[in-house]
């Protein structure tokens, strides 16, 4: 087990409560590193990743979906990424079963913006980035995955405005979950949030995402809500199918999309 000061004690918590159901499962917590993710990935493509959370006080390149950017500073985020061996009936809505699990354990007004966004009070809280390496056919074999996810923790900083996405009502700076709960830090969350997401994790590859689908519905940020996808059709979201993928009515048709399709933005 390797870690820092700051995030010691909860390492330790993690590690005891993983261990029995991931035989092998270690913990890695360090000051800085490029990205979590890139670093499990570039072990994954070497050799058959062995249960790892490997967890950053800081990232200096670290990556979100489609290629953007996710950077973090010691204090303000909390940022990690969870690598194992999974072989699942199916990968679809893994990304979702991710996001629900860190939503339960967050707080209650913590909302799913489909795929892969954790919201609170309609502004983008986390987000998750979910990768494999290993067979091209899911069914030769288990593949390894290696789950990213980055949270604010701080309050976010007038200055986010200036680089913060545009939205309905302009700019909307991210937010952090000091809003909702003063006080908290990263070292108190990594041991809230690891054990449970491992648990929701393995009961996906046993199960499929139908099981998950009346949790994420309760917590759907999207449904009913107007849409507009990245290839410009617009439509009403109606919740997600019992795979994962999101439902849309365009023109009184409902569409499947798939997360590796397009992306989503609420009009």
């Known amino acids: 087990m390797i870690t820092t000061a700051s995030l010691a004690g909860g390492a330790e918590a993690i590690w005891q409560a993983v261990v029995p159901d991931l035989p ?9 590193i490029d990205s979590t993710n890139t670093e499990l990935m570039r072990r994954a493509r070497a050799a058959a990743l062995d249960p790892v959370l490997l967890v950053a006080e800081r990232q ?28 699942p009936r199916s990968w679809s809505g893994l990304s979702l079963v991710v996001g629900l699990s860190l939503a339960e354990q967050l707080h209650a007004d913590v909302r799913l913006k489909w795929p892969n966004d954790l919201w609170l009070m ?17 069914r030769e074999g288990p593949r390894s995955v290696v789950i990213g996810v980055g949270i604010n923790v701080a309050r ?7 680089n913060a996405p545009a939205g309905p009502m302009g700019a909307m700076p991210p937010a952090g979950l000091a809003e909702v709960e003063m006080g908290v ?13 491992v648990r929701d994790v393995q009961s996906f590859a046993a199960e499929g995402f139908a099981p998950f689908a009346s949790r994420f519905a309760a917590r759907d940020a999207l449904k009913d809500r107007e849409l507009r996808l990245s290839d410009g059709t617009t439509g009403t979201a109606c ?23 397009v992306s989503v933005r609420p009009c």
């Open 60 to 87: 200096t390149a670290g990556r979100g979906r489609l290629g953007r950017g996710w950077h973090s500073q010691a204090g303000q985020s909390l940022t990690f990424s969870l690598g194992l061996s999974l072989a």
């Open 24 to 32: 092998g499962f270690t913990v890695e917590v360090l000051e800085e």
């Open 122 to 138: 309609g502004r983008k809280l986390g987000g998750i980035l979910v990768e494999t390496a290993g067979h091209a056919d899911e």
């Open 156 to 162: 976010p900083a007038e200055a986010a405005l200036a």
């Open 185 to 197: 830090t990263a070292a108190e969350l990594l041991p809230r949030l690891v054990p449970p997401l």
């Open 239 to 261: 919740g997600v199918a019992e795979d994962g993928a999101l439902l849309v009515r365009v023109n009184g048709q409902l569409r499947r999309v798939d997360s590796a399709e």
